[in-house]
């Protein structure tokens, strides 16, 4: 199953974040995607098996496109 959604969600967030929305739009879409895709595969025990390391690494990398998600959203305000 395909969706678009995401594509129109983009769209409408890229002239919601005013001039810079193309430069930082696509960056939130992706970095979004990738963590919405690894929690999902957490959620369905994808990460059961995985060395102690790994996991560690994939809750940093979460952390960092959070946290790098949340900076670009709060720089729009100031």
Same mark, same amino acid.
């Given at each position: 199953m395909n969706s678009n959604g995401d594509f129109y969600a983009y769209g409408y967030g890229a002239v919601v974040l005013g001039d810079l929305g193309l430069v930082v739009g696509w960056p939130l879409l992706v970095s979004l995607s990738i963590v919405i895709g690894n929690l999902w595969g957490i959620? *369905?025990?994808?990460?059961?098996?995985?060395?102690?390391?790994? *996991?560690?690494?994939?809750?940093?990398?979460i952390l960092v496109l959070i946290g790098a998600v949340l900076i670009i959203a709060a720089s729009n305000h100031f």
């Open positions: 959620f *369905r025990g994808e990460w059961t098996g995985a060395p102690q390391k790994a *996991r560690k690494t994939l809750n940093l990398g």
